[in-house]
């Protein structure tokens, strides 16, 4: 979390202001985008990486209509909804790169927000010593892998292209 920014309530960092300038900008280009909000309970480390952000139950999915921060506050209305909310955060830690922002609210010292726009979610297969077999058929490259044990099968066709790039990638293995 290195690249994150970091606003902390009552922090004497000199980039504390900084970073809070940059969360609200970042916060108000949510205005009409689908978001993942999700709370969930503070460990005791206090560290949010050791949380399981899967999707779970209470997690929701919302369209924000006219974010803003006004001071400290968030505010944000849901939905195209006439009510708007708030949350004044004692810290907020927005990670750019997963587009994640983390809201530890005044109110609950034991609860942390994460408000993020959805991320494709690859499914991972790990096969361990499978079958390989490969071929070209109507100038694409068709690789089979096939994992008795898990019963498991994955096809993959590549075109001249990307045949080209695997064997660049592989020579560059076989190199070192």
Not at 68 to 84: A, C, S, V
Request: glycine residues 2%; neutral net charge.
């Amino acid at each position: 979390m290195s690249n994150d920014l970091i606003w902390q309530q009552n922090s004497s960092n000199l980039k504390n202001k900084a970073s809070l300038d940059a969360i609200a900008s970042w916060w108000s280009e949510l205005e009409g985008k689908e978001v993942a909000w999700q709370q969930r309970l503070l460990p005791d480390s206090g560290d949010v990486s050791n949380l399981d952000w899967q999707a779970q139950k209470f997690d929701e999915k919302l369209i924000l209509a006219t974010p803003e921060m006004r001071g400290i506050t968030l505010y944000w209305h849901i939905n195209q909804g006439q009510d708007e909310r708030n949350i004044t955060p004692s810290k907020l830690n927005l990670n750019p790169t997963q587009q994640r922002l983390y809201i530890f609210p005044q109110s609950q010292s034991q609860v942390v927000i994460s408000v993020s726009l959805p991320q494709a979610v690859y499914e991972k297969i790990n096969l361990q010593n499978p079958q390989l077999a490969a071929t070209v058929k109507n100038n694409q490259g068709i690789i089979l892998l096939r994992d008795k044990t898990t019963k498991k099968e994955v096809k993959v066709t590549l075109s001249p292209e990307q045949i080209s790039q695997l064997f660049e990638q592989l020579k560059t293995i076989n190199n070192q």
